[in-house]
């Protein structure tokens, strides 16, 4: 298995990428505070006999503070398993997954880990801006600071207009970014946003890699991003590429 490892880039992050081929930093050591998640040989099957899916075969990978990276594949070749794995939403079925950096499992969301689905998100009954501070409010943010964060998130990807909407009454597209404002309203130390731009068209997928990556600029918040847009792949620090649940590494 091929580890993925750094793309150079020059100009862009402001931080300084954490190579995954460095050596195990040693437990506590100064690279352990900066390493948000770490899979090792992680793996998820379904079924079992001759009826078992390997979804992800056995990935190694590590996201650091600050770390932009792209999830490049196929579909069916295992990018919201991984995804999904990283946030803690499920568990590997050989190997493990740990979050160094953040502590156990259990206080990972909503405080730390956001994730952006891939399917509709979005709660039916609360209007766009109750979807998007929900977060905060679980979180204990004190309820006018959650309406405030919230339609700030809200105003970046210009969606000040739909905030009293229902999510029925949006486009999918505009609710795949009511998500993404949900992710980045909460600040978080991770966000993990599964083919958030894969129902916009080419302008709007555009401006939402512009107002994430600027909010997320010289921050320490990490994102992972599983995309098909190739030209928002290269405005990342990595690209990871994942072929028949193999996570193959750079591109
Ligand atoms: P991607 O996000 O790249 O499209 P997925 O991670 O969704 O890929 O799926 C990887 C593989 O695992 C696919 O073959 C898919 O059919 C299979 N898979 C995903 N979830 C399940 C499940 N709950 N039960 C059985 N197979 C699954
Ligand atoms: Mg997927």
Request: with cysteine.
């Amino acid at each position: 298995m091929t580890e993925p490892f750094i793309k150079p880039r020059t100009g862009r992050a402001p931080h300084q990428p954490t190579p995954a081929s460095t050596p195990e930093p040693a437990n506590g050591g100064p690279e352990a505070g900066r390493m948000l998640v770490e899979a090792r040989a992680a793996g998820r099957t379904y079924g079992s006999g001759e009826a078992t899916v390997t979804a992800l075969a056995s990935a190694t990978c590590r996201v650091a503070k600050g770390d932009r990276i792209a999830l490049l594949g196929p579909s069916g070749s295992g990018k919201s398993t991984l995804l999904h794995l990283m946030g803690g939403l499920d568990a590997p079925t050989n190997g493990e997954i740990t979050w160094p950096a953040l502590g156990a499992w259990e206080t990972l969301r909503p405080r730390q880990v956001a994730i952006v689905f891939q399917m509709p998100s979005l709660l039916a009954p609360l209007t766009v801006v109750e979807n998007v501070e929900i977060p905060l409010l679980l979180g204990r943010v004190p309820a006018e600071a959650a309406r405030h964060a919230a339609l700030e998130a809200l105003a970046r990807l210009e969606l000040t207009r739909i905030a009293d909407k229902l999510p029925e009454e949006l486009s999918g597209g505009q609710a795949q970014r009511v998500a993404v404002a949900r992710a980045l309203a909460y600040r978080p130390a991770l966000i993990l946003a599964d083919e958030p731009t894969g129902q916009l068209d080419r302008a709007t997928a555009q401006h939402l890699f512009d107002v994430l990556l600027d909010t997320l600029a010289g921050t320490d918040t990490a994102l992972v991003v599983a995309t098909h847009d190739l030209a928002a792949a290269e405005r990342m620090d990595r690209v990871w590429r994942m072929r028949h649940g193999i996570l193959e590494g750079e591109v």
